[in-house]
C-alpha cells in the first residue's frame, strides 16, 4: 500500500518561509511524479506544485510562482515545497500527491493515484 506522509506544516507570520517534506513508502519512487495541492477553508483543492520523476521539470501555480520552490531527493523517497514570502492566503491543508509516471509532471486533482493525509499551514497577518 502506497503512503505518503506530510510533515513540517505549522504556523508562520506573513512574510515568512516554512518548508514542507513528504516521505513516501512501497513504490519505486523514481517511477513516480510527484505534486503538491492544498485546500483552504470553503475552497476546492487547488493545484501547488509538481515536479517529475527526475525531477527534471516542475511547474506551479500562478498563485505560487515565484514564492514556492518544488524539488525531490530521489535517494530519501522524499519530495519538498518550500515556501517562501507567505501570506495570509496561503493558508490551507497540504497534500502531496503521487502517480506513476516518468518524464511528465501532472497538475490536476484526477491525475494523481495517491494521496497524503495533508499537513496545516497557517500564515498570520
Known amino acids: 500500500q502506497v503512503q505518503l506522509v506530510e510533515s513540517g506544516g505549522g504556523l508562520v507570520q506573513a512574510g515568512g518561509s516554512l518548508s514542507l517534506s513528504c516521505a513516501a513508502s512501497?513504490?519505486?519512487?523514481?517511477?513516480?511524479?510527484m505534486g503538491w495541492f492544498r485546500r483552504a477553508p470553503g475552497k476546492e483543492r487547488e493545484f501547488v506544485a509538481a515536479i517529475s520523476s527526475s525531477g527534471g521539470s516542475t511547474y506551479y501555480g500562478n498563485s505560487v510562482k515565484g514564492r514556492f520552490f518544488i524539488s525531490r531527493d530521489n535517494a530519501k523517497n522524499t519530495v519538498y515545497l518550500q515556501m517562501s514570502s507567505l501570506k495570509p492566503e496561503d493558508t490551507a491543508v497540504y497534500y502531496c500527491a503521487a502517480r506513476r509516471g516518468i518524464g511528465v509532471v501532472f497538475t490536476t486533482v484526477g491525475q494523481y493515484d495517491y494521496w497524503g493525509q495533508g499537513t496545516q499551514v497557517t500564515v498570520s497577518s
Open positions: 512501497e513504490l519505486t519512487f523514481s517511477n513516480y511524479a
